[in-house]
């Protein structure tokens, strides 16, 4: 049998491999040492060999499967001398292992392959930060079984993995021609960025139509925070929400920051205000970053803009600052905890109750409690 070219030649063996029912792979090549062209070629079946003796030791890391048996099934392919085509030189058809069955043939390297649809899918998952492993458990309740399956779910991570290595080094300019193209869409998106000296972003704000319109409507009240887990590029997540009149949480826009400093968050809160037409909010909720208090001073009318700490945050902290013995002490935590949530306990009741529970359980030397009231 003869062949234009080496690609057909092993095009046909792959193909032969994959309705027999075993994997293929390249094996040694010998070259013309006139010309360099290949004169033969040998492929063989996968199973051919055996592994190397270190990989078997017990002490060996990561275990491994053997999946090398000493097969002996190979095809030589040689090149024609006055041609340039390439004919069969050799075959041996045995194998030394099992072949698949016709049921699972599919599921064999040469056959397995993730169709269009398939890295779609897992794309378009991964904007939802699925992974590729969960992506392939739902392909598979799709299709009814792994039965069904046109690939393994190490292909699919290997796409991911390819996808990942496409961008890496272009991830940030990419984020950026994205905001551009929405901003084409839709005037009201609002986007401001800056880089470094080596033209590494270092922090991003954007707020869409949506979240302006929020802003508008229900931006008296701003809740800021950066607690969130960094990304992989060690970069800090910072949304600005509020609450609607559904008492349901709005997102009014977010950012991306390198570090949490005065700079960062003087240079945040502006490109706040420059997307929200300089509509300073009635009250802004923050942590305790020093930080964040000084860049709000300097950015934010102190007399139209009240600084507030987020319980949440405060609450954290008192089983750290009252000590461990009052921490697991149920009565103590039901009362301080009703005291400070209550909404409806007027500023001098307040006054009453709080200073009760210093003097019961003896915290009215804390100095952290001073400066928290």
Same mark, same amino acid.
């Given at each position: 049998?003869?062949?234009?070219?080496?690609?057909?030649?092993?095009?046909?063996?792959?193909?032969?491999?994959?309705?027999?029912?075993?994997?293929?792979?390249?094996?040694?090549?010998?070259?013309?040492?006139?010309?360099?062209?290949?004169?033969?070629?040998?492929?063989?079946?996968?199973?051919? #060999?055996?592994?190397?003796?270190?990989?078997?030791?017990?002490?060996?890391? +990561?275990?491994?499967?053997?999946?090398?048996?000493?097969?002996?099934?190979?095809?030589?392919?040689?090149?024609?001398? &006055?041609?340039?085509?390439?004919?069969?030189?050799?075959?041996?058809?045995?194998?030394?292992?099992?072949?698949?069955?016709?049921?699972?043939?599919?599921?064999?390297?040469?056959?397995?392959?993730?169709?269009?649809?398939?890295?779609?899918?897992?794309?378009?998952?991964?904007?939802?930060?699925?992974?590729?492993?969960?992506?392939?458990?739902?392909?598979?309740?799709?299709?009814?079984?792994?039965?069904? /399956?046109?690939?393994?779910?190490?292909?699919?991570?290997?796409?991911?993995? &390819?996808?990942?290595?496409?961008?890496?080094?272009?991830?940030?300019?990419?984020?950026?021609?994205?905001?551009?193209?929405?901003?084409? /869409?839709?005037?009201?998106?609002?986007?401001?960025?800056?880089?470094?000296? +080596?033209?590494?972003?270092?922090?991003?704000?954007?707020?869409?139509?949506?979240?302006?319109?929020?802003?508008?409507?229900?931006?008296?009240?701003?809740?800021?925070?950066?607690?969130?887990?960094?990304?992989?590029?060690?970069?800090?997540?910072?949304?600005?929400?509020?609450?609607?009149?559904?008492?349901?949480?709005?997102?009014?826009?977010?950012?991306?920051?390198?570090?949490?400093?005065?700079?960062?968050?003087?240079?945040?809160?502006?490109?706040? #205000?420059?997307?929200?037409?300089?509509?300073?909010?009635?009250?802004?909720?923050?942590?305790?970053?020093?930080?964040?208090?000084?860049?709000?001073?300097?950015?934010? &009318?102190?007399?139209?803009?009240?600084?507030?700490?987020?319980?949440?945050?405060? /609450?954290?902290?008192?089983?750290? +600052?009252?000590?461990?013995?009052?921490?697991?002490?149920?009565?103590? /935590?039901?009362?301080?905890?009703?005291?400070?949530?209550?909404?409806?306990?007027?500023?001098?009741?307040? &006054?009453?109750?709080?200073?009760?529970?210093?003097?019961?359980?003896?915290?009215?030397?804390?100095?952290?409690?001073?400066?928290?009231?």
């Amino acid at each position: 049998m003869k062949f234009d070219t080496l690609q057909q030649g092993i095009s046909f063996y792959e193909n032969y491999a994959r309705v027999s029912g075993f994997d293929t792979r390249l094996y040694s090549t010998k070259k013309r040492k006139s010309d360099g062209k290949i004169s033969l070629k040998y492929c063989v079946c996968n199973k051919e #060999g055996f592994r190397e003796t270190p990989r078997l030791q017990s002490n060996y890391k +990561k275990k491994r499967p053997i999946t090398r048996m000493g097969c002996n099934a190979r095809i030589t392919l040689q090149l024609i001398n &006055d041609q340039d085509n390439y004919v069969i030189f050799s075959f041996y058809e045995g194998h030394t292992h099992p072949l698949t069955t016709p049921n699972s043939t599919h599921h064999t390297k040469q056959s397995r392959n993730l169709t269009l649809v398939d890295k779609k899918y897992i794309i378009d998952n991964s904007h939802a930060n699925i992974g590729a492993t969960k992506s392939y458990r739902l392909m598979k309740e799709h299709v009814g079984g792994y039965q069904n /399956m046109a690939a393994s779910v190490t292909d699919s991570k290997n796409f991911q993995r &390819d996808i990942k290595k496409h961008i890496r080094g272009k991830d940030a300019q990419m984020l950026i021609e994205n905001f551009k193209r929405k901003q084409e /869409m839709c005037s009201s998106f609002f986007f401001k960025y800056e880089v470094d000296d +080596k033209q590494h972003l270092i922090r991003v704000f954007w707020a869409d139509a949506i979240g302006r319109k929020n802003y508008a409507s229900f931006g008296d009240v701003v809740s800021f925070d950066t607690t969130f887990s960094m990304n992989e590029y060690c970069m800090l997540f910072s949304p600005f929400t509020g609450v609607d009149n559904s008492k349901s949480c709005v997102t009014f826009a977010a950012a991306l920051l390198y570090r949490e400093d005065t700079e960062n968050f003087v240079w945040l809160f502006e490109a706040f #205000g420059d997307a929200m037409s300089a509509c300073d909010p009635t009250c802004i909720i923050t942590n305790q970053d020093p930080a964040m208090k000084i860049a709000n001073e300097r950015v934010f &009318d102190s007399s139209r803009t009240r600084y507030r700490l987020c319980m949440w945050h405060i /609450m954290k902290k008192v089983p750290e +600052k009252v000590g461990a013995t009052l921490a697991q002490n149920e009565d103590f /935590m039901s009362e301080f905890c009703n005291s400070v949530w209550s909404k409806h306990t007027e500023p001098e009741e307040f &006054d009453e109750v709080w200073n009760s529970i210093l003097e019961k359980y003896d915290l009215i030397n804390n100095i952290w409690l001073q400066h928290m009231f």
